[in-house]
């Protein structure tokens, strides 16, 4: 079974500044991952999937890039609605499929 | 309204059952496949079963593989998950998604199982 794992826990950082999560795949998943995010108390919400496409309404400040085994969510400048948890989802051909630990953005 | 809106939940014994539904609005559910995915209190999502669209192919984790069903009716445009045997590792909240094939682009807002004697 692929095992997906999220670098760093925890993101301390202020409003304005990069924000660089990864996620690293046991074994090779081409492009086969999904990013979302997911705020206290509510769903997750989808941002980016097949590794580097934004879904609809997700603002241009979020990017996805990697493939293989290495992939990388980047925010480009922290609004305050983006501290939050990220996970990962590996979505090959065939279940299972897994999510990552999470990364927690939090407020620095 | 496209939203999905689970239900079911609450408190159970362990090694009792519980049927979680999930009804789907603003959409055709039969066009699409179909997950239950859930997230144990302070903890991260893991997928637990997904179906397809006609509900002749379904797919389920190891930890509820044998205890867990998944199953559909398109035309009640509704979901299910009749939960056995449980135990106190599947306390959680459970959420049901609409899964066009390679994501999850909805999810509902959740249903608490909770497992204690």
């Known amino acids: 079974e692929i095992v997906l794992t999220q670098s760093p826990a925890t993101l301390s950082l202020s409003p304005g500044e990069r924000a660089t999560l990864s996620c690293r795949a046991s074994?090779?998943?081409?492009?086969?991952l999904v990013w979302y995010q997911q705020k206290p108390g509510q769903a997750p919400r989808l941002l980016i999937y097949a590794a580097s496409n934004r879904a609809t309404g997700i603002p241009a400040r979020f990017s996805g890039s990697g493939s293989g085994t290495d992939f990388t969510l980047t925010i480009s400048s922290l609004e305050p609605e983006d501290f939050a948890v990220y996970y990962c989802q590996q979505r090959s051909d065939w279940p299972p499929w897994p999510f990552g630990q999470g990364t927690k953005v939090e407020i620095k | 309204q496209v939203q999905l809106v689970e239900s079911g939940g609450g408190l159970v014994k362990p090694g009792g059952s519980l049927r979680l539904s999930c009804a789907a609005s603003?959409?055709?559910?039969?066009?699409?496949?179909m997950s239950w995915i859930r997230q144990a209190p302070g903890k991260g999502l893991e997928w637990v079963s997904y179906?397809?669209?006609?509900?002749?192919?379904?797919y389920y984790a190891d930890s509820v593989k044998g205890r867990f069903t998944i199953s559909r009716d398109n035309a009640k445009k509704s979901l299910y998950l009749q939960m056995n045997s449980l135990r106190a590792e599947d306390t959680a909240v459970y959420y049901c998604a609409r899964d066009p094939g390679t994501l999850v682009d909805l999810w509902g807002q959740g249903t608490l199982v909770t497992v204690s004697s």
């Open positions: 074994q090779s998943i081409s492009s086969s």
């Open positions: 179906i397809s669209s006609s509900g002749s192919t379904r």
């Open positions: 603003g959409f055709t559910l039969s066009d699409y496949y």
